[in-house]
């Protein structure tokens, strides 16, 4: 394959993050929507946020959904089924299990989207960070910022290759 | 029935947990298991009628739980719920004995049809 062939960029990436995380807020919190509040090359805010990074033949991709303290326990009760006082209750292990699984999901959907042009994409497994992921040299970035039911939450694109 | 749900996430064996409820399978006694290598000895341990695995697991994956279990003759129904149902996971899932591979996110429906047809 000659060199940038097949290769993605990372507005395209975004894009299939984007498509990932409205079907997942479909179909595991029936949400409806997934409004987008605004776009740009990052970084996000810093934040608690869980990270997962995809990786093949073609390039390599390390995607993020981050938010408030507040928001990840809320998207993570929300997740688990709980509503009101439970999500209060929920504990820090137990809400940082439950957000990484979030990103898990997301970006399963997302390594199923790219799976018929390159099946060699493999998914490493979630992490997550309290603070704030950048761009280094030689790389690219675009944070989404999107709505999830009422938490606001900044979806990063982080890729090595800028081929637009 | 007995089922054994081995994920290294808690909150996604609480979902599968919950969508079994769902599933009709509310009086099944439930047992858990953190990765594979626990998975391998709760099976040794007391036999469940079914497995439900998680593909990509730290210390011991699925598929090796799949495999190791096979190698030593055991022949519990198996099936895969996973974030990463690709056709070539499917391929290899099912190529070393499982029943079936679910992807993330999946129904409730889903889950019950693919259980009663293991």
């Known amino acids: 394959m000659a060199a940038g062939e097949g290769k993605r960029s990372a507005r395209t990436w975004t894009d299939m ?11 595991m919190l029936g949400l409806d929507e997934c409004p987008i509040q605004g776009s740009g090359p990052g970084p996000a805010e810093p934040g608690p946020g ?9 390039g390599s991709v390390q995607m993020g959904i981050i938010s408030t303290q507040t928001g ?25 299990d439950a957000y990484g699984e979030i990103i898990n999901v997301v970006a399963g959907i997302v390594k199923q989207l790219v799976n018929e042009s390159d099946p060699s994409f493999h998914l490493g497994l979630p992490i997550f960070i309290n603070g704030q992921v950048c761009a280094m040299e030689h790389q690219q970035s675009i944070v989404t910022d999107i709505q999830i039911g009422d938490v606001p939450v900044h979806l990063l694109v982080l890729t ?3 081929v637009e | 029935m007995k089922i054994l749900v081995v994920d290294d996430s808690k909150a996604m ?6 969508t079994l409820r769902q599933a009709g399978f509310g009086d099944a006694e439930v047992q858990e298991a953190n990765n594979g290598a626990e998975g391998l ?9 079914i497995v439900l695995c998680d593909w990509n697991m730290p210390e011991m994956s699925g598929i090796e739980f799949l495999k190791a279990l096979r190698a030593e003759g055991i022949d519990v129904k198996f099936g895969f719920i996973t974030s990463v149902a ?6 290899e899932g099912t190529a070393a004995g499982a029943s079936f591979v679910i992807g ?3 129904s409730a429906d889903k889950l019950k049809s693919s259980i009663e047809g293991a």
Not at chain 1, 17 to 27: P, V
Not at chain 2, 41 to 49: E, I
Not at chain 2, 86 to 91: A, G
Request: glycine share 8%; with cysteine; aromatic share 4%.
């Open chain 1, 17 to 27: 993050l984007l498509q990932a995380t409205k079907s997942f807020s479909e179909e």
């Open chain 1, 72 to 96: 990840c326990k809320q998207l993570a009760g929300m997740l688990l089924g709980m509503e009101g006082d439970e999500i209060d209750e929920l504990g820090g292990a137990d809400m940082v």
């Open chain 2, 41 to 49: 000895d709760a099976v040794k341990a007391s036999p469940p009628d």
């Open chain 2, 13 to 18: 064996r609480m979902i599968v947990k919950r």
């Open chain 2, 86 to 91: 690709t056709p070539e996971i499917n391929e």
């Open chain 2, 104 to 106: 993330k996110p999946f």
């Open chain 1, 50 to 58: 869980a990270y997962i990074t995809l990786v093949g033949d073609t």
């Open chain 1, 160 to 162: 090595p290759d800028a």
